[in-house]
């Protein structure tokens, strides 16, 4: 049996471009995080604006699970996140709430945070609820963000998969999800550094169960767990000039065999898979 990393319980399961923004804080995946500081589980407090791109989403006032911000309008979560048959009243808009630039769970609103409504939910055709193959969705912010900064700011993304991450590539999993198996959400935003995992062992792992649109990352020491669901899995390139290095969103955490157990790594929705599907929605959207 397996768990999605939704917060507050255990739901058991059978079975590179960038946009161009002209900013002081050099465009998307960019970050400068407050003092000198870089739970997760395995992880550590991150520093307010180390992770500028994490989205808090609730439902009817609750924590319900993390996202990503794409460009200044788009969040880009899970779709188990956002499924009626999870969680009633999921997948209607009005029902939801995002928080840009929370570090603390006390911090009061206004504190460097945007917060918006949701004017619209994008849940990948192709999403099964019973594998969870296509496991991704796209909200549409009623108040787009203004303009981007030291503490909020928009993810790049690898549309084709150019950068060509793998098990060498520096990522990191940030969120506010519970820092031990059934234990306490964390207060304050977590990261973690997450080594992916070759492929041929996440298959191994999970034998007939994982997908093309599935990678793996985690270790013993770091791993995803309850209330991560949705949230950014972000490695790192330098651009080519090597002064600039940028963060793109790789994968979006969706669920896994428990936390931090051995041979059972988390499972993440591919995001470089889903390029086409990104620009249609995206140009979708654009008029509206």
């Not at 936390?259 to 979708?284: I, L, M």
Request: hydrophobic share 35%.
């Amino acid at each position: 049996m397996f768990n999605l990393f939704a917060a507050g319980m255990l739901f058991v399961c059978l079975a590179g471009i960038c946009p161009q923004i002209s900013l002081c804080y050099g465009g998307c995946g960019t970050r400068q995080p407050e003092g000198t500081s870089q739970r997760i589980v395995g992880g550590e407090d991150a520093a307010r604006g180390a992770w500028p791109w994490y989205a808090q989403l609730y439902l009817l006032g609750s924590f319900g699970c993390g996202g990503t911000l794409v460009e200044n309008r788009y969040i880009v979560t899970a779709a188990h996140c956002v499924d009626v048959l999870i969680t009633q009243g999921a997948n209607v808009a009005a029902n939801w709430r995002v928080i840009l630039g929370k570090n603390r769970e006390n911090d009061s609103e206004g504190n460097n945070e945007h917060v918006s409504d949701v004017t619209q939910i994008i849940i990948h055709e192709c999403y099964n609820p019973n594998n969870f193959d296509n496991d991704i969705a796209v909200m549409v912010l009623a108040s787009p963000l203004p303009e981007e900064g030291q503490f909020i700011n928009s993810v790049c993304w690898d549309a084709g998969g150019s950068k060509g991450f793998d098990s060498t590539a520096v990522c990191y999993l940030a969120g506010f999800g519970t820092v031990k198996e059934d234990g306490n959400a964390a207060h304050v935003l977590q990261e973690a550094i997450i080594p992916l995992v070759e492929p041929r062992d996440c298959v191994d792992a999970y034998p007939g169960i994982i997908s093309n649109n599935m990678i793996c990352a985690g270790s013993v020491h770091q791993d995803a767990c309850q209330g991560d669901s949705g949230g950014p899995l972000v490695c790192s390139r330098r651009d080519e000039s090597g002064n600039v290095e940028r963060w793109y969103l790789a994968g979006i955490t969706s669920w896994g065999r428990g936390c931090t157990k051995q041979n059972s790594p988390s499972v993440y929705t591919d995001v470089t898979r889903y390029g086409f599907w990104f620009e249609d929605v995206f140009a979708s959207l654009s008029g509206k």
